[in-house]
């Protein structure tokens, strides 16, 4: 039993905040990793929408959703998370009952590609209002590629001036480990 | 559902770690709030051992053992956490599972008398060695007093230079709440 590692305390706060037939966002299809498993926490009649820019994440994505069975689940767009608001069916403004960023670069891909401070900032403005009331959105920030350090102070000074009265936020980190990834979990609180 | 909360994230970590027949150091006995979750949680074959140096905190720690029937499994110290190595029985030596401090005043008390950060890193230093292999010590740290940001630095400092092959060791804070309290836990790997 250890102390809880970042990507299973991501995922733990995300899973008390899903349910049969909910809707979510993957911002940061990648690999496929969040979104199978968001995929697969929202059961057959849920959904979800994931987001990438790179063809490589999208095809990954794909594959690894039909591999298990669910890619009828998933809507995937070749687009920036800070397009989401333009490119998400209306009917899901409000609905959203979890959002996950995994920010960075695609594990096994091009390292030059990374998320950056100002888009991401731009999505969370855009994404958290279309969370549901009680609806959880996570953001995995890590800090050792270059602009790394900066997008995850945008991502902190951003989430501390969130009004404790419409949000909860937190932050989890492990202490003794250089560049080790944290999350920060934003729950909707009405 | 929430995010969770700072004092349970804490006690959470400390439970995991708990066992019938466990050893615990409570080095804030306070109003006895987590002495008494210690010694329900070792059973009546384990062990706690409380600290705190106000007479008014160990007569409040007494008075609630012994309304829940668990007095016989808690010794108290009205000493200094700082000298804890002491005091301690020298068989408990590597065999303490869990350390709880809970920093700053006691809740309805002199709020002159607070832990400090001087006081609270010696007995960390002590404390430490005394856990178990996979032992836990959680720390929660108050910014709201005079001393507090002070002594939560310092706690942080320490705890960032714990060798990373001996201890993990995580953050966990609310983001958006002014002198929220954090904690920290510590982990014995081995």
Known sequence: MSLPAILPF???????????????????AG???????????????????SFDIQQEALERTHLRLHSEGVGARVT????????????LPE??????????????????????????AESTITA????LPLLAPYGVCTLVLYTGHPGGEKEADAVLAFTKQLDPKQY????????NRNHAPSV???KKVR
Chains 1, 2 share one sequence.
Do not use: C
């Open 168 to 175: 909860d936020a937190a932050w989890y980190q492990m202490l």
């Open 76 to 87: 995937l767009y070749r687009k920036g998370h800070q397009f989401m608001r333009e490119v």
């Open 10 to 28: 991501a995922q733990e706060q995300i899973r008390k905040s899903l349910f049969d037939g909910a809707i979510a966002v993957d911002a940061t």
């Open 31 to 49: 690999n496929g990793h969040d979104t199978l498993f968001l995929a697969k926490a929202v059961g057959a009649s849920g959904h979800v929408y």
């Open 91 to 116: 009917q899901v403004y409000g609905r959203v009952a979890a959002m996950m960023f995994n920010l960075g670069y695609l594990p096994r891909g091009d390292r030059q590609v990374t998320t950056r």
């Open 184 to 186: 920060v979990a934003i």
């Open 124 to 127: 969370l403005e855009q994404g």
